[in-house]
């Protein structure tokens, strides 16, 4: 169990131009969800993948979000035209099926965006 | 809608001592409850769970209590260690949506921030 691993740690852009934050799960988990934390709040939901579906979007994952999971391995979160309201800390998550409920999420470290 | 809220920002308790946390929410359709420790720079860390089906579990120095009447769980922590110092989240999901099964959509509190104080 070598962790969920995120890249970067850390990305400075400024507003309008667009970023790509990568996920890498562990490795036998075949669930991947996206989060996004704030300062003072809790994570919120943003997507989740089974395999290569993409299973559920938020609401909050605007048309400028997209995220992808091809062959069911790493994800890659974009987000074009960046506005500063996307500032925040973007949390990767992944989970196995273990009998009637998931196994608990285990977390990546974030990428932190900060939006200029 | 704040479906999930933990109402005390911060909490600070002597070592050796019990730490209470405490959560309400507000969804009766959630069944599966969790809580999670965050260190700075690091992502949250699962603790312990514990499904509708029961109103206790345990886990070493973890207890979480639910109160489905209430809508309120607990986690307490005996004997509290400096090394528990963290900030808190609850979570809740619900196995409404996903054909009987939970899954991890989960929906999380504001978090407390546990101090123990040597």
């Known amino acids: 169990d070598t962790g969920v691993s995120q890249d970067p740690r850390h990305k400075i852009t400024k507003r309008g131009q667009n970023v790509t934050f990568r996920c890498d799960p562990i490795?036998?988990?075949?669930?991947l969800y996206w989060y996004r934390q704030t300062l003072g709040q809790g994570p919120e939901f943003l997507t989740y993948?089974?395999?290569?579906?993409?299973?559920?979007k938020s609401r909050l994952l605007s048309d400028r979000f997209s995220a992808e999971r091809p062959k069911g391995s790493f994800s890659t979160l974009e987000i074009q035209r960046t506005e500063q309201g996307d500032s925040a800390m973007y949390l990767c998550?992944?989970?196995?099926?273990?009998?009637?409920?998931?196994?608990?999420?285990?977390f990546g470290n974030g990428t932190r965006l900060t939006v200029t | 809608d704040q479906q999930v809220k933990q109402n005390s920002p911060s909490l600070s308790v002597q070592e050796g001592r019990i730490s209470i946390l405490n959560c309400d929410y507000t969804?009766?359709?959630?069944?599966?409850f969790l809580w999670y420790k965050k260190y700075p720079a690091e992502g949250p860390t699962f603790l312990i769970s514990i499904s509708s089906i029961k109103d206790k579990n345990e886990d070493g120095r973890f207890t979480v209590f639910l109160n489905k009447s209430a809508k309120h769980l607990s986690l307490h922590i005996v004997p509290s260690q400096p090394g528990d110092s963290a900030v808190y989240f609850c979570a809740a999901s619900s196995s409404a949506n996903a054909g009987g099964t939970s899954y991890g959509k989960l929906t999380f509190g504001q978090g407390t921030i546990l101090t123990v104080h040597p």
């Open positions: 993948f089974q395999n290569e579906a993409q299973l559920e």
């Open positions: 998550a992944s989970s196995r099926r273990q009998g009637a409920y998931n196994s608990p999420l285990h």
């Open positions: 490795s036998e988990h075949n669930r």
């Open positions: 969804n009766s359709m959630f069944d599966y």
